[in-house]
């Protein structure tokens, strides 16, 4: 399974859907009538020397190139995780304050590499690259790796082993790549922690944020998922299917998830006293006393989790299986 988030679709993610299928459309757009590519091509000569300000917008929006609209709309479906998250109009905060940051640092490092190596960098490659490969940074801090299988005895592929391969795909695809990769990684780790105050500086208004949910939201928002359809109420043969193997999946997950847990428990001190069975931890001292009723803010994380479009049943053992961990839940429920 490629992507980590889940077979949710794009539910609660209309600016990663719009993105998709605006950018996309352009791009074949652009291949249908090739005499209209020339406004956008990241050309850093023409903008410097005949001040043509406006490729600034129009080069690092729409990729030119068929296999790098490909792997940035992969990327891009891949971390609408941050959207159902954060909340679009957060999410939408991140892209823009590291396009911005990304733009400054893009002319930055080119007259690094020119003073470096006294070469002279016309082209970029065009596209929305640099906020795309912005997103690897939140991707790389906050999402847990989870082991999914081994090749070879030795190489361990985890949950987020495909995406860092379609990244690196998306590296090597033109010469120039690294270095907008590069600047990506530097604005959006600048952008996220917050240096110099720069997510209260660049940032969507709450203003534009209310016209967009108005306006764009009712026509790229998808509609939720219904996983709890019973049988014989309509549901087709494969739907019932479908909802079998998503359940087998989630049990099977569930189960190495426990298994991980289980694994990562401290042993036994070897000696003549066991001090684990004089001095038990906190966790297993109420194991024999009386079952533990909800507590209140157990409750607010399951509104929560049901809020982001998960069922309340998912929600519950979600935070069980994590112990309450309601950053560990999510990340669960994701990536389910």
């Known amino acids: 399974m490629f992507t980590t988030t889940g077979s949710r679709g794009l539910y609660k993610a209309p600016l990663s859907k719009s993105l998709l299928l605006v950018l996309n459309g352009l791009t074949l757009m652009l291949i249908l009538l090739p005499q209209y590519q020339e406004f956008f ?5 023409a903008l410097t020397q005949q001040k043509q300000v406006w490729r600034l917008l129009c080069g ?6 068929v296999k790098d609209s490909f792997c940035s709309s992969l990327l891009i479906y891949n971390f609408r995780i941050f959207e ?9 905060s991140f892209l823009l304050g590291s396009w911005c940051l990304s733009a ?4 930055l490092l080119v007259q690094a590499f020119q003073h470096l190596f006294d070469y002279e960098v016309e082209e970029l490659p065009a596209g929305l690259l640099a906020p795309v490969f912005s997103l690897f940074v939140p991707f790389y801090l906050s999402i ?4 999914v299988t081994q090749i070879l005895g030795h190489i361990h592929i985890t949950n987020k082993s495909l995406v860092y391969i379609v990244g690196l795909q998306l590296l090597t695809s033109s010469p120039f790549m690294w270095l907008l990769a590069l600047s990506g990684l530097v604005s959006g780790g600048l952008y996220l922690s917050n240096i110099l105050w720069l997510q209260k500086i ?4 709450a203003w534009l944020s209310r016209i967009a949910r108005y306006i764009l939201e009712p026509i790229f928002s998808s509609s939720q998922p219904n996983n709890e359809t019973p049988v014989g109420m309509g549901a087709t043969l494969d739907i019932q299917r479908q909802q079998r193997m998503d359940l087998l ?3 099977l997950l569930l189960a190495q998830y426990n ?3 289980r694994n990562a428990r401290p042993q036994p001190q070897a000696g003549l006293l066991q001090w684990t069975r004089l001095f038990p931890s906190l966790r297993h001292r109420g194991q024999n006393g009386p079952p533990m009723q909800p507590q209140p803010q157990e409750q607010v994380w399951v509104a929560r989790l049901v809020e982001m479009g998960f069922s309340r049943t998912d929600a519950l053992e979600a935070l069980r299986a994590s112990n309450n961990d309601i950053n560990m839940a999510t990340n669960f429920l994701l990536q389910h």
């Open 202 to 205: 660049l940032f969507v208004p």
């Open 84 to 92: 159902r998250r954060f909340g679009t109009r957060k999410f939408a």
């Open 41 to 45: 091509i990241y050309n850093l000569q």
């Open 249 to 251: 999946d989630q049990q």
């Open 104 to 107: 400054l640092t893009d002319f």
């Open 60 to 65: 690092r929006l729409v990729c030119l190139d």
């Open 259 to 261: 298994e991980a847990r």
């Open 144 to 147: 847990p790796r989870m082991p």
